[in-house]
């Protein structure tokens, strides 16, 4: 059986940062979406993005197809009802379908949305994610069941530099702590392989560091929080996600926000995430397009694949960056940047798409990864899906 995680039209409240990743390659805690699937049923996976260009040939050889929509996760009742599936039946959440096995691969997503609703069965308590902030809300969970999928341990010994309290560290082969404080009071604090916490961090958990991810000398981490592969952070963070291969190097406040990957914030980037009379924030939702309020009160910055800012830039409550756009000023810049600009609120212009290519080809090398065909036609089909957004600011 082959499992195929699929994104709905829901999905859309997750760009800019699905722009170029389906739903389930985000990384929510330790693993993504998709491994979370892949180590709770021991099988196989493929995904459908919610733009074609995101997907991949997936095999059609297979006998039974599990269909599972990407918003929801992992849960005891769930995968019950999962294990009861026959062929042509489905799981159903408030009147849609977010699980079908099928005896037959179903290439497009409408046919999946056309099914009909007969021999269903109602999932009553599913855990799933509607809004870009919910990975925000539900991190400190996720953290602590990934922990249940991983085969580490908790230490009981770490080096005499360091000061543990609690007993929830998970420390994964070749990592380096060194002369720091680590709370896991709070929550658990997972180090994953190669990864470094230089000298002078203080992390209150829940906590993740990535493989190959570096805490710099001197930063400040509050739970919950989860750092990427190869990923760096320095200066003072809140409640935030970094996907792989971003940088947050410097001093600067970084709280309830979540980055992309490749990504570069430049020193003493700051950004709000409260607005100074405590009320509810609004933000750019993509499905409306326009900035739509949200119940949130603690709400930071939103940014996409390979953008960057520059030194002192500062980003209002609640802001959204695009994919591949380079942010700099003395200003703030307007609550929605689109993808593939370059400037400041007071001179923008657009990124051209084969300088935009060199940068992310530049920034790629220095982690000796390379850009392949695919990832340019992945970015070809981003700046051409936001022309419309650009357009209307320049």
């Known amino acids: 059986m082959k499992l195929i995680l699929f994104d709905d039209q829901t999905s859309l409240n997750f760009l800019p940062l699905i722009y170029t990743r389906a739903l389930s390659k985000l990384r929510f805690g330790i693993l993504t979406i998709e491994e979370k699937w892949q180590k709770t049923l021991l099988i196989e996976s493929d995904t459908l993005g919610i733009y074609d260009y995101l997907n991949s040939p997936i095999d059609k050889n297979e006998t039974e197809y599990l269909y599972i929509n990407s918003r929801y996760l992992p849960n005891k009742e769930f995968i019950n009802q999962i294990k009861l599936l026959e062929k042509n039946s489905k799981i159903i959440h408030n009147q849609k379908i977010v699980a079908f096995k099928s005896a037959v691969f179903l290439k497009d997503l409408n046919e999946i949305y056309s099914i009909d609703s007969s021999n269903s069965i109602e999932i009553e308590s599913p855990l799933y ?36 309290l609690g007993n929830a560290l998970y ?88 980055i992309g990957s490749w990504c570069n914030l430049g020193a003493d980037t700051n950004t709000s995430n409260l607005k100074n009379n405590y009320s509810t924030v609004s933000s750019w939702s993509y499905k409306e397009e326009q900035i739509m309020p949200t119940e949130k009160v603690f709400l930071g910055l939103t940014m996409g694949d390979h953008s960057k800012s520059g030194i002192n830039t500062m980003f209002n409550t609640a802001t959204v960056v695009g994919c591949f756009s380079n942010v700099f000023g003395s200003d703030f810049p307007e609550k929605f940047v689109p993808s593939f600009m370059w400037g400041s609120k007071s001179n923008w212009q657009e990124f051209k798409f084969e300088k935009a290519l060199e940068m992310a080809q530049n920034m790629m090398q220095r982690r000796d990864v390379q850009l392949n065909k695919k990832d340019k036609d992945i970015y070809n089909h981003v700046f051409e899906l936001t022309k419309k957004h650009r357009h209307s600011r320049l």
Request: charge should be positive; hydrophobic fraction near 30%; aromatic fraction near 6%.
């Open 171 to 258: 420390v994964e082969k070749g990592a380096q702590i060194n002369c720091s404080i680590i709370n896991t009071k709070t929550g658990p604090v997972y180090i994953g392989k190669n990864a470094q916490v230089q000298e002078g961090s203080m992390i209150r958990g829940p906590f993740v560091l990535g493989d190959y991810g570096v805490v710099k000398m001197g930063t400040k981490v509050y739970g919950p929080t989860s750092i990427g592969k190869h990923s760096k952070i320095g200066g003072e963070l809140n409640n935030c996600i970094l996907q792989d291969y971003s940088n947050k190097g410097h001093d600067g406040f970084l709280g309830n926000s979540l």
């Open 129 to 164: 994610i509607n809004k870009r902030w919910d990975l925000l809300d539900k991190l400190d969970t996720e953290i602590q069941r990934d922990l249940t999928l991983s085969s580490v341990k908790a230490q009981d010994k770490l080096k005499a530099t360091n000061q543990v």
